[in-house]
């Protein structure tokens, strides 16, 4: 009696142990089931409705952040900055389908082309550096967009992006990589990657500047993982629409897995220089787990594509018009 | 849990929202987005790269000139999410295409604008299909 009650619990215990690994290749969102049955490599990631369709979360593992995350699904693109403080003007220019450049009151208050963010619901805390630093950055979206020949983006001249920009603009699919001593962050877009040391180490003091700065993470508990970043390139823009940063900037990430398909990234951006007060640019965002199998595209900048491509379109549309 | 009909559909209203996302640096501030022409031409080159993306194209206007015409799309992944390829053109095909065209006056560009039938390849709707499936598009 007893022995077909430890064999019947081992066979139970086998069954919950094995289920998520024998669930894992199944419970794919449909369409990317599909997809990856046509073709292998360059896949692309699905619509939000999607990962909704998915059957009930599975229970998340532990320390374990490892796969390939999709960004795009939740709005990562954030082209009119990040998710918790977008720059879109009130007003009639936020309706869809009004551009910058096509709003008839273009410059009037609560309209787009204006030269500060007073003009939107919420705008980060900026110091009268950060305001200042601000209007030195020349957007192509937002409240503060200018006209396209006025730019100065450095990402436009392939500079990279840099971090946090990298969360905060463009963010779609990531691969998450854990070794023995580090966290890695492969970006998809502009084919960059970031290093976080998980080895214990301290932050530097007083760092030469890099584009994508000095991280160091650890695990607060089995299912949140928390980044310190400093010593970023001034160079860089926080977002599409020109937030400034100083030399120092202090982003913290938060990941929090809340089930096995699900991440969660928090980011908070302290400068004391430019923003009187910490501000979250992202809060919770989520991040939908793609197969094992998901090969994106590329995504560099090309200079000399760049170059093509201003050529034959860039400079011909944005030169001013003919008398 | 939703049957496959219907995920199929959530893809195809997904395809349209999601249409040529203004999600360039710029949005499409440099083009006059209430305009939109529509020219018929023969390709001469596809061009799938970032930034964007481009088609030549050469039309012959009333005098039986050649006209010169590159049309801008977006970036090669925003494209592939909407079925569009490296191969979807090639020089010779004859096309149709629907494009705003830019604030300035500049001749001869324009943008692609989204939605059905906006695009005539070879005389087909383009693009033909779903772009994360498998199957083609049902018959509306």
């Known amino acids: ?323 | 849990m939703k049957n496959k009909a219907t995920i199929i559909f959530l893809m195809i209203v997904g395809l349209f929202t999601v249409s040529f996302p203004l999600f360039a640096h710029h949005g499409n501030a440099a083009y006059a987005t209430g305009t939109k022409i529509s020219v018929k031409g023969t390709v001469t080159e596809w061009f799938w790269a970032n930034p964007h993306c481009f088609l030549k194209l050469d039309a012959k206007d009333e005098n039986g000139e050649v006209q010169h015409w590159v049309v801008e799309a977006s970036n090669p992944p925003d494209m592939t999410r909407q079925g569009w390829t490296k191969t979807s053109f090639k020089a010779g095909d004859e096309v149709v295409v629907s494009m705003m065209i830019p604030k300035n006056g500049a001749p001869g560009i324009g943008r692609f604008v989204s939605g059905p039938n906006s695009i005539v390849l070879n005389g087909q709707p383009f693009p033909p299909g779903v772009p994360n499936g498998a199957q083609p598009a049902p018959k509306p």
């Open chain 1, 1 to 323: 009696m007893s022995k077909r009650l430890v064999v019947s619990a081992s066979a139970m215990l086998a069954l919950v142990t094995l289920a998520p690994i024998l669930c894992a290749q199944t419970d794919q969102p449909p369409g990317v089931a599909e997809q990856l049955k046509q073709r292998k490599w360059n896949n692309s990631p699905p619509v939000k409705a999607e990962y909704d369709a998915r059957k009930k979360a599975r229970p998340a593992p532990r320390r374990d952040l490892w796969g390939l995350w999709d960004g795009t699904a939740e709005g990562g693109i954030q082209a009119n900055g990040p998710i918790e403080y977008p720059a879109n003007p009130g007003g009639s220019a936020s309706k869809a389908g009004e551009r910058p450049a096509d709003d008839p009151l273009l410059g009037e208050p609560g309209h787009f082309g204006q030269p500060d963010e007073r003009g939107i619901p919420h705008h980060p805390p900026y110091t009268a550096l950060g305001e200042e630093a601000l209007r030195a950055n020349k957007p192509g979206t937002g409240i503060r967009a200018v006209p396209p020949g006025e730019l100065n983006d450095p990402v436009d001249i392939c500079d990279p992006q840099g971090f946090p920009r990298m969360e905060l603009y463009e963010l779609r699919v990531v691969e998450l990589a854990q070794t023995k001593n580090q966290v890695l962050f492969l970006n998809q877009f502009y084919d960059n990657w970031r290093v976080i040391w998980t080895d214990g180490r301290e932050l530097p003091k007083d760092p030469e500047p890099r584009w994508n700065g000095y991280s160091v993470g650890k695990w607060v508990d089995d299912y949140t993982f928390a980044v310190d970043t400093v010593g970023m390139d001034e160079r860089t823009w926080l977002d599409n629409v020109g937030r400034p940063h100083s030399s120092d900037l202090h982003v913290q990430e938060v990941f929090h897995r809340a089930d096995y398909d699900t991440l969660e990234l928090s980011v908070k951006i302290e400068d004391p220089k430019m923003y009187a007060q910490p501000w979250m640019a992202l809060n919770k965002y989520v991040l939908h787990r793609l197969p094992d199998n998901f090969d994106v595209e590329e995504f560099f900048c090309s200079p000399s594509e760049t170059a093509a491509y201003n050529k034959v379109i860039g400079k011909p549309v944005t030169a001013p018009p003919p008398k």
